[in-house]
């Protein structure tokens, strides 16, 4: 099955301008979850879809940043506007409802390299 | 979730059997121990999941002792292409709930 994508892979940016990253999860993967890194940091959890809904944004730094998930499929983090502490690797992730597998594993994606200069 | 403490680094040679333990002193009755693998330039990847005992896959082995306060991964007979960022995770992973990733354990391994 082909895996979680995410698009870009890299994106440099300025300080103010927007950026918008996309996820296309596994296909009948009802969850998605976008994850970041920043410089020096930890992975941090930023929010979780199922299908369209929000289950949990409580990861989410600020309003500067957008999610959206629009007919359950994939989904889209805009940031709106960039600042320079944004800089890092953005990772989405999707499952299925209910796990159904022994390992209740999460698929990531290779993430998106945002630089904002 | 139950905080996880790893060592930060550890060398190994090929061939080598490498252990990394990693500490979970308040991890709850319903928690599960999970092991992901980070190569550079990708996302984390599942290896193993357990909730106690001894747990074998095509990959690695995953040892729980009784009172569950840690859990060590075991390698067997690494590659050069088994150098990547390990991390032990803890908590009720069923679908659903989000990860909870600490600092993991940068594994080097050489020739």
């Not at chain 2, 139950?2 to 490498?18: L, N, R, W």
């Not at chain 2, 092991?35 to 729980?64: C, D, H």
């Amino acid at each position: 099955e082909a895996g979680v994508t995410q698009f870009p892979s890299h994106s440099v940016i300025e300080k103010g301008q927007t950026v918008t990253l996309r996820c296309d999860p596994i296909s009948g993967h009802d969850n998605l979850y976008w994850y970041r890194r920043v410089m020096g940091k930890e992975i941090k959890f930023l929010l979780h879809f199922v299908k369209e809904s929000k289950q949990d944004e409580s990861g989410m730094p600020n309003n500067r940043f957008l999610a959206e998930r629009t007919g359950g499929t994939y989904s889209t983090l805009k940031v709106q506007p960039a600042e320079l502490e944004d800089s890092g690797v953005y990772f989405c992730a999707s499952s299925q409802e209910g796990g159904g597998r022994a390992d209740y594993g999460y698929t990531f994606g290779s993430g998106t390299r945002l630089t904002v200069v | 979730l139950a905080k996880t403490t790893q060592p930060i680094s550890m060398d190994s040679y090929e061939g080598q059997e490498v252990n990394i333990t990693c500490s979970h002193n308040n991890i709850a009755t319903n928690d599960y121990i999970t092991w992901y693998q980070q190569f550079p330039s990708q996302g984390p990847r599942f290896i193993i999941q357990g909730y106690k005992t001894k747990v074998t896959n095509e990959v690695a082995s995953l040892f729980i002792p009784a009172d569950r306060k840690s859990s060590t991964l075991s390698l067997p007979r690494v590659s050069l292409s088994d150098t990547a960022v390990y991390y032990c995770l803890v908590g009720d992973l069923g679908a659903g709930n989000m990860l909870t990733f600490g600092g993991g354990t940068r594994l080097m391994v050489k020739p």
